[in-house]
């Protein structure tokens, strides 16, 4: 682990990151010593730092870290925590306080590999993400809601729970983003009101645009989720996962899921 | 600073508080080297970490922590940070990780003292607070949106700032509570979706019980509040600061809220 570049696993306990959560994080694939995607990742990182007027360290400055650490791990899951550094107590930023930065890689997360073929259980969290036009989108610290929604259940063949609004549509999984293709269309959730837009999430857009297939940004319920061809859930760690049970929907086979999976995994996309 | 008991001024960078906001927090006055209030902070803290699941320290940990502190800085603003602990990366988390606990003591924010007896100007905040009933209430870690609407003015002259809500409901302060007298009735936002229920407030209710004043928790909003008799702030740093301007409200005299504030003053209450 790097904290601000110099070898280490502490942070000022005086840091922003911990007493407001004031900061913002990437979770991505190592692939032979590098950060997959770096581009696509950096610019979700920039855009979300902008978005809080936090100063992002330069794309050249993160990437070598990772590289760095890359060395040791070079197979692993890098993760990018930028706050708006160390301050004195109260909600005001000083102006001059300095961004933090702590670029990890830890081993990567062996999931059984039937998750990526078969698909997965999903539960249905009970925790409804509220609405923060300001925040959504943004994978920033404040992340109390997936937690207390992660808390919900144990079994360990449930890899990811889905999580709706207080207004009753489906958003995301706790740590992932969501797509349902029905009727020749992909769907995924609007996310102007809370969620995390991934960039696993824009590539499958991508994917869509190449194809020739619609693909919608669209605000839609349970009831509706459940009468899709198919589901499945994306992330930058695991990629993407077919659903194959989540409340009343089962299903076995994944064709289209398979195919943008297949896409996905080649990095040059 | 005490981390865990220890002192030092760093936290581990994997730590959940950091990484999720996965905790909870009290900031409060020390006198003579004790805790203001200790009673009332510690059953607030505990609810807290309940609420939260969090394994909450014992109040003989805390206040001996607090104290010892209190050598050096006897009158300054103590600070309680509790998080969920370390843990690997993952929402969940791991059954077996330990609070961390951060205690500090700070040297005490000198305010104009005219703020107590005149008032102060407050800030109308553009940022609206999100519905969550899981997390309203509690002292959590997740504090962006206070953040945020705390960047929203500069004017030193303006020390506060007032926040809504999604609906339109009037909440609370940056960081304080917020009472109207109006018709002699007390008013207090109801915090069961957003805010943040400080103990100040408490003793602000148990002040109207005590003196045959009727305090109601209830919902209104900017136009009632400009409305109102008196409208003041408060916190457990400042105390009580009667407000003089706000939007198109103007007062000079605040007779209900000085008596309170100077019952407030009294620690045994």
Same mark, same amino acid.
């Given at each position: 682990?790097?904290?601000?570049?110099?070898?280490?696993?502490?942070?000022?306990?005086?840091?922003?990151?911990?007493?407001?959560?004031?900061?913002?994080?990437?979770? #991505?694939?190592?692939?032979?010593?590098?950060?997959?995607?770096?581009?696509?990742?950096?610019?979700?990182?920039?855009?979300?730092?902008?978005? #809080?007027?936090?100063?992002?360290?330069?794309?050249?400055?993160?990437?070598?870290?990772?590289?760095?650490?890359?060395?040791?791990?070079?197979?692993?899951?890098?993760?990018?925590?930028?706050?708006?550094?160390?301050?004195?107590?109260?909600?005001?930023?000083?102006?001059?306080?300095?961004?933090?930065?702590? *670029?990890?890689?830890?081993?990567?997360?062996?999931?059984?590999?039937?998750?990526?073929?078969?698909?997965?259980?999903?539960?249905?969290?009970?925790?409804?993400?509220?609405?923060?036009?300001?925040?959504?989108?943004?994978?920033? #610290?404040?992340?109390?809601?997936?937690?207390?929604?992660?808390?919900?259940?144990?079994?360990?063949?449930?890899?990811?729970? #889905?999580?709706?609004?207080?207004?009753?549509?489906?958003?995301?999984?706790?740590?992932?983003?969501?797509?349902?293709?029905?009727?020749?269309?992909?769907?995924?959730?609007?996310?102007?009101?809370?969620?995390?837009?991934?960039?696993?999430?824009?590539? *499958?857009?991508?994917?869509?645009?190449?194809?020739?297939?619609?693909?919608? *940004?669209?605000?839609?319920?349970?009831?509706?989720?459940?009468?899709?061809?198919?589901?499945?859930? *994306?992330?930058?760690?695991?990629?993407?996962?077919?659903?194959?049970?989540?409340?009343?929907?089962?299903?076995?086979?994944?064709?289209?899921?398979?195919?943008?999976?297949?896409?996905?995994?080649?990095?040059?996309?």
């Amino acid at each position: 682990m790097l904290v601000n570049g110099v070898p280490g696993n502490t942070i000022n306990a005086e840091d922003r990151g911990l007493a407001y959560g004031d900061g913002v994080f990437r979770t #991505l694939r190592m692939q032979a010593g590098s950060p997959v995607c770096w581009e696509r990742q950096f610019a979700k990182l920039q855009h979300d730092c902008n978005a #809080l007027k936090i100063l992002c360290p330069s794309a050249l400055v993160l990437s070598s870290e990772l590289q760095q650490l890359g060395k040791i791990q070079p197979d692993g899951i890098g993760k990018i925590i930028i706050t708006r550094g160390v301050s004195t107590r109260g909600y005001a930023p000083s102006t001059q306080s300095e961004a933090t930065r702590i *670029v990890s890689v830890t081993p990567i997360t062996a999931y059984p590999a039937d998750y990526a073929k078969q698909g997965v259980r999903v539960h249905v969290c009970k925790v409804r993400l509220g609405h923060q036009f300001l925040l959504a989108g943004i994978k920033h #610290l404040n992340r109390m809601e997936n937690v207390l929604a992660a808390m919900e259940w144990q079994d360990q063949d449930v890899p990811e729970g #889905l999580l709706g609004d207080i207004s009753g549509f489906v958003i995301s999984g706790t740590r992932s983003n969501l797509f349902m293709f029905r009727g020749n269309i992909l769907y995924t959730p609007s996310l102007t009101r809370c969620g995390v837009a991934g960039m696993q999430r824009d590539r *499958v857009m991508d994917w869509a645009k190449q194809h020739g297939v619609a693909c919608k *940004v669209a605000d839609f319920r349970m009831e509706e989720l459940v009468q899709a061809d198919e589901i499945f859930l *994306v992330n930058s760690v695991f990629g993407l996962w077919p659903v194959r049970e989540l409340a009343g929907y089962r299903r076995t086979t994944h064709p289209v899921a398979w195919k943008i999976q297949e896409w996905l995994n080649d990095e040059r996309h």
